[in-house]
């Protein structure tokens, strides 16, 4: 049985008999998965880090002076106009929102299940869906032209006595993804508590103690707090799933509730929520594997957690090309000429570039992931994750431009072009994507320090009976009849 | 009696009030998580009631050691729930339906359909953050102050170490005997915790 404690290509994993690949490779002990994540807050900022930080924060100035301009001039410097209403910045917006969904998918629908793989890379997935969720916040803010009034979606009292029109789901949009970006900030931060103390006892400048000491709100590890801490843990997890899968529908609604060939459709939802995960899986495998490398974390987010995550990505991908074939499937059961049409469109018409780019990309690539070599191929799956993320942004562009630019009058029909201010936008988006992101890598520690310890065989009291060997609930110890080797395919 | 429903009420958040000659209490550092379990479980069976134990993460099966029931935080989030739920109907309901109707393409003024995202969305934010603020109030958080804090070995305990205090507020305690007892039941160390006004860090 001690055979099974072998770290890679382990065999039987996951089959419930047999003990899994341990969580955290390099036997590593305690005191060490402290020091090996607090140290990065706590060293001298490298030179990597600043060129990273000057190219990022260029890129939210530019985001800012791309805005400025906008809302000088107003929406007419972007490509949006009849018959395409909506352009870069809806497109933006769900291409954000969606990547942040991740993240929670990881920390609170991951919990759920007790996968235990999740906490290395649940802190660093939560940040990105609350920096993920702040960039796509920006452009339904930014693109309603009269910014100086934006306050009206909020039911604040004006001086009109009008209210927003909650029928809408654009209102529903306000209060989805409000409230998701503010239990996602809850979830993160209370997660953090427990690490911010293990920083607060190991800081040695009067500043860093002050600090650390704040934001740890004087936490002691006391057994009456992790008592109130776990069940709170619990309830935001269980909350934030439900909420995960609400938000990205009520995204979806936007477009669902329309009327428009293409839009108009009971598939969205899931859809949307499926493509959502994928992206952001994608987008965290991304991040994943340019920090464990960068900071020397690769005991600690393990090639099992990238496989993991390959596989999810996928799950997913195939739910979204399901979701494509389905879509055409029924645009030609309803003969409905409209969808039909939609559909042709999508395809053989002027934006058939996009369409088939979004196809190889999304449909295409992920099934690569069958191939077990491929899963746990460091450059293909740095390349796939980059590829995803490019076909699911597409996949955005093609469901808005192409329904919008050709709809049911052929009078109305017409070519949706970018400007250089809706590119700007976009890579300025990144930009302050990365330099948020970048932030956090240097001042909060990256991997869930208490959580990751948590899971660990020898946080397990019963490990210390007996032969100190520790087995989950879940696996049975059988022991074995008769004294003999074990055949061959236990090798 | 105030006095005693206070103190009673900040025991449950394991703030402990030190004696007259400012003892605070013992702490004593076990091994590993199983030997803090099991010396719970011995100084529960004891008959202590003001102690904790203290570790880098949480270890199972220590609330049924230390002899704690349920924790009250699902409570709150209920409560927290069912108001966000209540908000958002009112909500909807009397600024399309009462205050300022408007004809929205021969909709109903009010109907429970187009409301649920809203309904949905407020219920689970009010819910966390009333999971979030009851779990905060219920362990007596933000509280930068701890006289266990005085303790250079405590450092550890968000690292790899594991501490039991007893608090000298307890009936039973007696800096001797309990330190003894303490010593008896496998700790590695066992330190008395004054409550002085320390300005060293």
């Avoid at chain 1, 870069?88 to 991740?102: K, S, Y």
């Avoid at chain 1, 340019?290 to 999810?312: P, S």
């Avoid at chain 2, 109707?101 to 819910?127: C, R």
């Avoid at chain 2, 102050?145 to 039973?172: C, E, G, M």
Wanted: net charge neutral.
């Amino acid at each position: 049985m001690d055979k099974v404690h072998t770290t890679d290509l382990a065999p039987h994993s996951g089959d419930g008999y047999h003990a899994d690949p341990p969580l955290i490779t390099g036997n590593l002990s305690f005191h060490e998965i402290t020091d090996l994540v607090s140290y990065h807050t706590e060293k001298k900022t490298p030179l990597t880090w600043l060129l990273a930080f000057g190219a990022a924060s260029t890129g939210a100035a530019l985001l800012l002076i791309m805005i400025a301009y906008l809302f000088w001039n107003g929406i007419g410097v972007w490509g949006n106009n009849i018959p395409v209403g909506w352009g870069w910045p809806i497109v933006n917006f769900v291409f954000w929102v969606g990547i942040g969904h991740a993240g929670t998918l990881i920390s609170a629908i991951l919990f759920l299940f007790r996968q235990k793989w999740r906490t290395s890379i649940n802190r660093a997935a939560e940040a990105m869906t609350l920096f993920a969720v702040m960039c796509a916040l920006v452009f339904p803010t930014i693109h309603v032209g009269r910014v100086w009034v934006i306050y009206w979606t909020l039911p604040v009292p004006n001086q009109m006595e009008m209210w927003p029109q909650f029928k809408s789901p654009l209102l529903w949009d306000v209060f989805a993804v409000s409230s998701y970006f503010l239990v996602s900030l809850l979830f993160w931060y209370v997660g953090l508590i427990p690490d911010l103390g293990t920083l607060r006892d190991r800081a040695k400048s009067k500043l860093r103690k002050r600090v650390t000491g704040f934001f740890a709100l004087g936490w002691t590890g006391a057994n009456r707090h992790w008592r109130n801490y776990e069940k709170a843990y619990l309830i935001l997890a269980g909350l934030a799933t439900p909420l995960v899968l609400s938000v990205h529908s009520v995204v979806s609604f936007d477009f669902a509730v329309s009327i428009l060939p293409g839009w108009h459709t009971t598939i969205f939802p899931p859809y949307f929520v499926a493509g959502a995960i994928f992206s952001g899986f994608a987008m965290v495998l991304t991040l994943m594997l340019i920090a464990r490398k960068v900071y020397g974390l690769e005991n600690l987010i393990t090639m099992q957690h990238l496989e993991k995550m390959n596989i999810i990505i996928l799950l997913t991908g195939t739910i979204v090309g399901f979701a494509y074939i389905t879509e055409f499937f029924i645009a030609w059961y309803s003969q409905v000429e409209y969808e039909q049409y939609a559909f042709l469109n999508r395809s053989t018409g002027p934006y058939a570039w996009a369409y088939w780019i979004m196809m190889s990309c999304n449909l295409l690539f992920p099934q690569f992931f069958w191939f077990k070599k491929l899963r746990r191929s460091i450059p293909f799956m740095f390349v796939t994750s980059i590829i995803v993320n490019i076909g699911m942004w597409f996949e955005r562009f093609v469901i808005t431009v192409t329904s919008l630019h050709r709809d049911f009058l052929p009078s109305s029909w017409g070519y949706f072009t970018p400007t250089f201010v809706d590119v700007l936008t976009l890579i300025g988006s990144f930009g302050l994507f990365f330099t948020l992101f970048l932030i956090f890598l240097r001042f909060v520690p990256m991997v869930a320090i208490a959580e990751v310890k948590g899971v660990l065989p020898q946080a397990d009291p019963h490990y210390y009976e007996g032969d100190g060997h520790a087995t989950d609930h879940d696996v049975p110890y059988v022991q074995p009849s008769v004294e003999k080797t074990e055949g061959p395919e236990h090798a | 009696m105030l006095k005693k429903l206070l103190h009673d009420i900040k025991a449950t958040m394991g703030i402990y009030e030190p004696r007259e000659d400012k003892v605070y209490g013992v702490l004593a550092e076990f091994s590993d998580p199983g030997a803090l379990l099991h010396a719970a479980e011995k100084v529960h069976k004891a008959g202590y009631k003001h102690f904790d134990a203290h570790s880098p993460f949480p270890i199972h099966g220590m609330d049924r050691a230390m002899g704690l029931g349920q924790s009250k935080v699902g409570f709150i989030a209920f409560i927290g729930g069912a108001t966000g739920l209540a908000l958002a109907t009112w909500l909807q309901w009397w600024t399309s339906a009462v205050d300022y109707p408007i004809n929205i393409s021969g909709k109903p003024f009010f109907a429970v359909e187009p409301s649920i995202p809203i309904m949905f969305e407020l219920t689970v934010l009010f819910s966390a953050i009333a999971a979030v603020i009851g779990m905060l109030a219920l362990n007596g958080l933000p509280r930068p102050y701890s006289p266990l804090f005085y303790s250079r070995r405590f450092a550890r305990v968000t690292d790899n170490a594991f501490f039991l205090q007893i608090a000298a507020a307890d009936d039973h305690f007696d800096e001797e005997q309990t330190g003894a007892f303490l010593q008896e039941i496998g700790a590695l160390n066992v330190e008395v915790i004054k409550d002085h006004e320390y300005t060293d860090i």
